[in-house]
């Protein structure tokens, strides 16, 4: 069974649980997925399901960048997604890791890390998802 660690904006929890559901019934193990902190909690909390997140990165088989829309942005990329697909990148040049890197879609131009991520899909080290594979 391959893991699956599932990437992007903690505030879209439908489509968080939507692709959960999906990847559960293709036979993946769900490693970990963006979760919401309770404001209250936040600064105590962040840290430790922060380096939770970045640590099943670095023991996950493929890493899904689920960049739906938001904000009126196609294929929404925000700073920590960025970031956390920059690390498992990282995983994959530097240290040789089997990881595969799946972007939901390409986002648009107004994506501030549009340039960098259709540079990275030239060449050949993050792919565009292709639905579901049997």
């Not at 904006?9 to 997925?33: H, M």
């Not at 902190?37 to 689920?66: A, V, W």
């Amino acid at each position: 069974m391959k893991k699956i660690v599932i990437a992007g904006s903690a505030k879209l929890q439908k489509q968080i649980n939507d692709w959960i559901v999906r990847f559960k019934n293709n036979n993946y193990e769900v490693l970990d997925y963006p979760k919401p902190i309770n404001k209250n909690d936040f600064m105590q909390l962040y840290p430790k399901i922060h380096k939770s997140f970045f640590e099943n990165i670095i023991n996950t088989d493929i890493l899904f960048i689920m960049n739906e829309d938001k904000n009126n942005i196609y294929g929404y990329i925000g700073s920590e997604t960025f970031a956390e697909l920059a690390f498992g990148l990282a995983q994959k040049l530097v240290y040789n890791k089997k990881i595969e890197l799946v972007l939901l879609k390409m986002p648009s131009k107004n994506v501030k890390c549009y340039d960098e991520i259709k540079l990275w899909i030239n060449l050949g080290w993050i792919n565009l998802y292709e639905g579901d594979k049997k």
